[in-house]
């Protein structure tokens, strides 16, 4: 017989400095228990990015989202207030809003065809009449906790997070100078599917820069390797390099990486990296115990058409990048599930970011477990 969650979570030590810790077991990479209580623990339970503000910004604006596996619906309402509900319809739990996004005055379930409001009143029903003891105000589109900020919309699923500004924490304070509702306007998405655990994505991220020199040629010829910074916070991590480009370094990346490089990892899924005039969020949703999908949102200070050629430039750079760091993440997961493998060391100099990952990952699943045990 295998494990126990228990078990899997127990092998990890959280009480030993990062000078001799060891990372999270690969279990918890693939193990579909610690997906589940990942999903409850970590996902319903923190605040999680739904959109982008500019999305629905004039009433009866919306767009739906998938958030830890709900189908969720955000939409600014007639009377200007933006709200978040359930995407699953009273009657039968279709999904009332079927689209990815749009305007309208009601939604209409294309199941039986009631009728709600971008405030998420049930208006009507169709054929209901004769039907005893049903309150139509009792059966609106149930809500879910939302809050902004910056372009960020937020949600909560369990309803149990702290205070949003409380949640980010230092997060705020350490972007003002980025100055982003005020500088940057949205310009471009990308998504990208990894074959690894979200996690996995997470790590990478927060290597304070180890793996650049080996597997970022191009970024590495800018990055001022010697002199970057790592700096944890209660809930998230600022990696930050001054750059740094001559001659041998890749022109495109020169042209669109000045300035310092400023890359925030919000817990546990969110991050937000910024050059001079070029800013992209990165945004990790779990699709599976190795399977998850990176959503990239790409912002820039100058959306004229003399700079779109720049634009397009600097997310070529990006997506290079994420090239490589995709067959890097793809090649770990398949490591994780050797028999060779049970976890490795931390670098002290490089991978702080890491240790703080781990070990509040660690204490919401041990917290989650502790109130809702399961074998
Ligand atoms: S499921 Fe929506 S109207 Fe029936
Ligand atoms: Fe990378």
């Known amino acids: 017989m295998g494990q126990s969650v228990r078990e899997i979570l127990s092998l990890y030590n959280p009480s030993t400095s990062l000078e001799r810790a060891w990372t999270i077991p690969a279990p918890w990479y693939f193990d579909e228990r610690i997906a589940a209580l990942e999903r409850d623990a970590v996902f319903a339970g923190a605040w999680q990015v739904a959109g982008r503000a500019d999305q629905v910004r004039v009433p009866g604006q919306f767009f739906t989202a998938d ?81 902004v900020w910056e372009n960020f919309i937020f949600v909560n699923l369990d309803g ?47 290597d304070g820069g180890y793996h650049v020199p080996h597997a970022h040629k191009d970024l590495s010829s800018v990055i001022d390797y010697p002199n970057y910074t790592i700096e944890n916070y209660e809930r998230c991590c600022l990696q930050s390099s001054p750059l740094a480009s001559d001659n041998s370094s890749d022109a495109a990346t020169a042209a669109t990486r000045q300035g310092r490089a400023f890359y925030l990892w919000i817990y546990p899924n969110f991050m937000i990296n910024s050059y001079a005039g070029v800013m992209d969020t990165n945004l990790v949703l779990p699709l599976g115990v190795n399977k998850c999908a990176v959503i990239f949102d790409y912002y820039f200070s100058d959306l004229s058409p003399a700079t779109e050629a720049r634009n397009r430039q600097s997310i070529a750079v990006s997506e290079k990048v994420q090239d490589e760091d995709m067959a890097i993440c793809d090649s770990v997961q398949r490591g994780l599930a050797s028999r060779a493998y049970l976890a490795g060391r931390l670098s002290v100099r490089r991978e702080a970011g890491e240790y703080l990952f781990h070990h509040l990952l660690h204490a919401d699943l041990t917290a989650a477990l502790a109130r809702s045990p399961v074998p």
Not at 71 to 85: N, Q, S, T, Y
Not at 183 to 188: A, N, Q, Y
């Open 160 to 206: 149990r997070a702290a205070p949003l500004a409380e949640f980010l924490g230092q997060a705020a304070p350490l972007t003002a100078p980025l100055e982003l509702s005020q500088s940057l306007r949205f310009f471009d998405r990308r998504v990208y599917t990894l074959n690894c655990n979200w996690k996995v994505y997470i790590d990478n991220y927060l």
């Open 67 to 147: 958030v830890a596996g709900e189908p969720l619906v955000v939409a600014r309402g007639e009377d200007g207030v933006l709200r978040a509900f359930f995407n699953v319809c009273r009657h039968h739990a279709a999904a009332v809003v079927p689209e990815a996004r749009g305007c309208a005055k009601n939604f209409r379930c294309p199941y039986h065809g009631w009728t709600y409001g971008t405030d998420g009143a049930l208006k009507g029903m169709v054929e209901f009449e004769g039907v005893r003891d049903f309150d139509r105000a009792q059966n609106g589109l149930i809500p879910v906790r939302l809050d």
